[in-house]
Every structure is written in C-alpha cells, then in structure tokens.
C-alpha cells in the first residue's frame, strides 16, 4: 500500500506515519487512530495551536484512493470518508481558503496601483482650484505636474534592482506608504510655497516609481507564462480605475470640503493597503509556508524566473536590441499617455468648456474604457497564445493596436467641434492605447524573466523622461500654440514607435 499525507495548515507542528507513535512532548495532545481499518495508518498530529486542518489519502493496488478529512479542535475530531478517483483532490475548505494565492498577489497589486492613480491624478483636478488659489499661469502648472517625473525618473532602475535583490514584497510595501506620506503632506507643502510642493511632488515620485519595477519581479515568480497577459492587464487595469476613481471623487470632495481634502483622504488609504501587504504577501512561492501544493507544482512549473538575482549582466541586456525597442517604445507610448493623464481635465474645461465637476467626470471615461479594453486585451492575447500563436506574434498584434489605436483617434480631434464627440474620441484612443498592456507592458517578462524588474525600470525610465518632457512642453506650447500641435507630436511618436516595435521586437527569451 501506497500512503500520502497531505498538509494544508500551518498549525500542524509535525505529521509521523508509522506503526509506532513517537514520544508525545508534554505540552501537546495526541491523535491516534483516526481511521482503523484491517491496514490501518496511524497518524499522530501535535497542533501548535487549538486547530488544524488535514487530509490523508491512501491508494490501493487498483488504483482507488480512500480520503479521509479531518478537522481537529481540542480535543475534538470531525471527519468524512469518501472515495476518489486517481487524481487526489483538495479538502474542501472556505472559498476564500481555496482561492489560488498567485491571484491573491495579482489582487494586492492591482489595488496598489488603484491607490497609485488615485494619488497621481488628483493633482490633476485640485490643481484647477489651487492654480486659482495661487496665481499659477500654465508654464508653472506644467512644472508642478512634472515635478512628479523628477522623483518617478530616480527610482526606475534602482526599484528594479532593489526588487530582483531582496524581494519585491518590501519594495512595494514601501513604495506604497512612502507615497501615501508625500500626499498627505501636498496641501502643506503648497501652503508653505511653490518650492515645497515641488519636493513634495519629487517625493511622491520617488514612492511611485518603484511600484512597476516591484510588481513586475513579483508576477514573474508568481504567475504562469499561461497566465501572464491577464494578470498585468489586471494590475495595469488598477492604474485606470484609479485614474476613474480619483477624477470622480475629487470633485466631490473638493466641493464639498475643499481641494487638501483630496490629498488626505486618498493619501490615508495606503495604510490599510499596507496591513493586507504584510499579512498576505510574499516575495516568491517559496516564501510562503501557506502555498497548497497544488498551486506550487503548477508555479514552478511554468514560471522561468526561479533563482534570485545576484548580479546584474549589464552589458548583455545593452547589447540585445530587443531591449532598446522595448525602451524606445516605452518612450514613444508614454509621451501620449502622460499628457492625457495629466492634461485631460484642463483640455475639457478651456477647450471644451466644461465646468471643474464635469471635467473631472467626463474625464472618467477614457479610463474607464482603458480598465475594460486592458482586461479585453489580456484575455486575447493569452488565448492566442494557447492556440499556438507565437509569443512575438502576439505582442506585435496588441502593441500595434496600442500605437495606431490612438494616433488615428487623436488626429480626428481637430476636426471634431462636438464636446460629445470630442469625450468618445478622447475614451476610444484610450481605450486602443490599453492593448499595450499585452504588448510591450508584458515584453519584460517575456526576453528576460530573471532580470524583469531591472528592465522595466530601464524602459520605465525612458517612459518617465517622456512624460517629464511632454507634460512640461505642453504648457509651453498651450501659451504660445494650441491643442493641435500637442495631439500633432503624440502622433508622430506613436507612429515611430510602430515602426520600431514591428522592426526589432521579440517575444522570445533572449537574456537567461
């Protein structure tokens, strides 16, 4: 006879099987027992604490497995018997005890990066009453929006070495109270003056620039390759839902309550964020003592990123020119997303003119339209995947559609004189921007799996020089230009990053 014991709690102090109990320690309470049978299995459990949780299967000669589960409390045992086929199958516990603990992570990023937005965009809006407040003309706007950039741009490649050395489970965590501190502190720093809320700004940056190197290390040790378009589109997603969040709550609170109560309010939510992170996280499957071992096997099985990173290969990541399309594109991409995040609640209500409430609601649109067409995208592209599409095929299919989408959708702004019109065409080209979350957003992963978080926060870095390059050069060119030649730049870099990505990209891994 053939005898498994499987585990399922980290209460249990040990499990013996044999036809002798051990010596019983002092402190603790013996089981035995559980099931006699003509051959029987005994089974001595010494929980640590009052409860615990097991199962032990026992196959026969022909191929049958008798399972018995067991609930232990004090003194206390309940079970059940039943019989099973082949392949064993799981106690049968609460929902949310079953529920796959990768998606419990990929949960946990995506909130943190709804948190991440909500913080981000709320300057967005509260910078319309502050600019009134203040005296601030659009060049100076432009500079407080970028100052974010300065602290975001420092962190990108230091986040990602700091993620792939020592866990991404502490990089995040402190990313997320790091940033949350700098917003609670804005309307402090604004009081005080214009150079206050400059570093204040940087150092939001700072906390934020190290989320995407961090959640990138920790899904690729996580999450299957099967699995990997979805899980980002789903953490990216949580970016535009809180782009929706904080743009349709702020103007709520700032008519309410007025423009710093936007910043405590939303600044507050990363310490609740924080005690689920420490409480329900880890760096890697092998951290983590509560892993069924169902979901191990499958994670160590089809995840490539297993060994922690001790150096880092820098001169053959700059060799590979997949690497420099990946940044290159980035930049490209990020140009035009960082002006419509940054810029979009102003177009609505000079161009458009729309008061602060509505172009803090309608600004909502395209970004809900993103969350959705994200997920739609990642649902596409792993399925293509599965049916035997190539890796490279299917990132050039979606970034593609994630650089054409908006240049064709922004050109036709010009010519549009409806604010109808104008709020469809703005979540449409937002919407085809999201399918970059299954191209170049999921690229990293893809050519180096080790090296992940290193290379998002190369490529990042390029994508925040873009975005500090284009949100200031917006307000410069709105005081001498228009909208047109802002949408007439954005478009030209889409185009060029067509190019590149189709020309150089691959999906293959290149860096081992």
Not at 237 to 259: C, D, E, K, N, R
């Given at each position: 006879?053939?005898?498994?014991?499987?585990?399922?709690?980290?209460?249990i102090h040990s499990l013996y099987t044999s036809n002798r109990p051990p010596e019983k320690p002092s402190s603790s309470r013996s089981l035995r027992n559980l099931k006699p049978s003509p051959k029987s299995l005994r089974v001595w459990i010494y929980p640590r604490n009052r409860s615990s949780v097991f199962r032990v299967l026992v196959r026969s000669s022909d191929k049958s497995e008798s399972s018995n589960s067991y609930y232990v409390e004090g003194d206390k045992v309940s079970g059940n018997n039943d019989v099973v086929s082949?392949?064993?199958?799981?106690?049968?516990?609460?929902?949310?005890?079953?529920?796959?603990?990768?998606?419990?992570?990929?949960?946990?990023?995506?909130?943190?990066?709804?948190?991440?937005?909500?913080?981000?965009?709320?300057?967005?809006?509260?910078?319309?009453?502050?600019?009134?407040?203040?005296?601030?003309?659009?060049?100076?706007?432009?500079?407080?929006?970028?100052?974010?950039?300065?602290?975001?741009?420092?962190?990108?490649?230091?986040?990602?070495?700091?993620?792939?050395?020592?866990?991404?489970?502490?990089?995040?965590?402190?990313?997320?109270?790091?940033?949350?501190?700098?917003?609670?502190?804005?309307?402090?720093?604004?009081?005080?003056?214009?150079?206050?809320?400059?570093?204040?700004?940087?150092?939001?940056?700072?906390?934020?620039?190290?989320?995407?190197?961090?959640?990138?290390?920790?899904?690729?040790?996580?999450?299957?390759?099967?699995?990997?378009?979805?899980?980002?589109?789903?953490?990216?997603?949580?970016?535009?839902?809180?782009?929706?969040?904080?743009?349709?709550?702020?103007?709520?609170?700032?008519?309410?309550?007025?423009?710093?109560?936007?910043?405590?309010?939303?600044?507050?939510?990363?310490?609740?964020?924080?005690?689920?992170?420490?409480?329900?996280?880890?760096?890697?499957?092998?951290?983590?003592?509560?892993?069924?071992?169902?979901?191990?096997?499958?994670?160590?099985?089809?995840?490539?990123?297993?060994?922690?990173?001790?150096?880092?290969?820098?001169?053959?990541?700059?060799?590979?020119?997949?690497?420099?399309?990946?940044?290159?594109?980035?930049?490209?991409?990020?140009?035009?997303?960082?002006?419509?995040?940054?810029?979009?609640?102003?177009?609505?209500?000079?161009?458009?003119?729309?008061?602060?409430?509505?172009?803090?609601?309608?600004?909502?649109?395209?970004?809900?339209?993103?969350?959705?067409?994200?997920?739609?995208?990642?649902?596409?592209?792993?399925?293509?995947?599965?049916?035997?599409?190539?890796?490279?095929?299917?990132?050039?299919?979606?970034?593609?559609?994630?650089?054409?989408?908006?240049?064709?959708?922004?050109?036709?702004?010009?010519?549009?004189?409806?604010?109808?019109?104008?709020?469809?065409?703005?979540?449409?080209?937002?919407?085809?921007?999201?399918?970059?979350?299954?191209?170049?957003?999921?690229?990293?992963?893809?050519?180096?799996?080790?090296?992940?978080?290193?290379?998002?926060?190369?490529?990042?870095?390029?994508?925040?020089?873009?975005?500090?390059?284009?949100?200031?050069?917006?307000?410069?060119?709105?005081?001498?230009?228009?909208?047109?030649?802002?949408?007439?730049?954005?478009?030209?870099?889409?185009?060029?990053?067509?190019?590149?990505?189709?020309?150089?990209?691959?999906?293959?891994?290149?860096?081992?």
């Amino acid at each position: 006879m053939n005898a498994r014991a499987l585990l399922c709690s980290p209460n249990i102090h040990s499990l013996y099987t044999s036809n002798r109990p051990p010596e019983k320690p002092s402190s603790s309470r013996s089981l035995r027992n559980l099931k006699p049978s003509p051959k029987s299995l005994r089974v001595w459990i010494y929980p640590r604490n009052r409860s615990s949780v097991f199962r032990v299967l026992v196959r026969s000669s022909d191929k049958s497995e008798s399972s018995n589960s067991y609930y232990v409390e004090g003194d206390k045992v309940s079970g059940n018997n039943d019989v099973v086929s082949d392949s064993p199958s799981s106690i049968v516990l609460p929902w949310w005890e079953e529920f796959p603990k990768r998606w419990v992570i990929v949960l946990l990023c995506f909130s943190a990066f709804l948190l991440c937005n909500m913080d981000r965009v709320n300057m967005s809006i509260a910078i319309l009453p502050m600019s009134a407040e203040y005296g601030w003309n659009p060049a100076t706007v432009g500079l407080i929006q970028s100052s974010f950039f300065w602290g975001y741009l420092l962190t990108q490649i230091a986040g990602g070495i700091w993620a792939d050395t020592v866990g991404g489970k502490r990089v995040l965590g402190f990313g997320v109270i790091w940033w949350s501190i700098a917003t609670i502190l804005t309307p402090v720093a604004a009081k005080l003056g214009l150079p206050y809320l400059l570093v204040v700004r940087a150092f939001m940056g700072v906390g934020e620039g190290v989320a995407m190197p961090a959640m990138n290390n920790i899904l690729s040790k996580w999450v299957p390759v099967q699995e990997r378009s979805r899980s980002l589109a789903l953490v990216y997603s949580g970016m535009y839902l809180g782009s929706v969040t904080g743009l349709a709550f702020s103007p709520f609170l700032i008519h309410q309550f007025g423009w710093p109560s936007v910043f405590y309010s939303f600044g507050s939510l990363g310490t609740v964020w924080l005690t689920l992170w420490l409480t329900k996280a880890e760096s890697s499957p092998l951290e983590d003592p509560t892993l069924l071992p169902e979901e191990r096997k499958l994670i160590a099985d089809n995840c490539a990123s297993k060994e922690p990173v001790k150096s880092i290969p820098w001169r053959l990541i700059l060799s590979k020119p997949p690497v420099w399309a990946l940044i290159s594109c980035h930049f490209c991409h990020n140009w035009g997303t960082f002006i419509l995040l940054t810029w979009m609640p102003t177009y609505y209500h000079q161009v458009l003119k729309f008061n602060l409430m509505e172009s803090g609601l309608l600004s909502v649109f395209p970004w809900m339209t993103m969350a959705i067409s994200a997920n739609a995208g990642g649902w596409i592209a792993d399925t293509l995947v599965s049916r035997g599409f190539s890796v490279t095929n299917v990132r050039k299919i979606m970034q593609t559609i994630g650089f054409l989408g908006p240049a064709f959708f922004l050109t036709q702004l010009k010519h549009i004189d409806s604010p109808t019109m104008a709020v469809l065409c703005m979540a449409c080209s937002q919407g085809t921007d999201a399918f970059s979350q299954s191209g170049l957003y999921s690229n990293h992963q893809d050519i180096a799996p080790r090296y992940s978080g290193v290379l998002l926060g190369l490529s990042n870095t390029a994508g925040v020089l873009a975005g500090v390059l284009g949100t200031a050069a917006t307000g410069h060119i709105l005081q001498h230009g228009s909208w047109d030649d802002v949408f007439t730049i954005s478009v030209g870099l889409y185009l060029v990053g067509t190019v590149i990505w189709n020309l150089f990209s691959t999906g293959e891994k290149i860096i081992d």
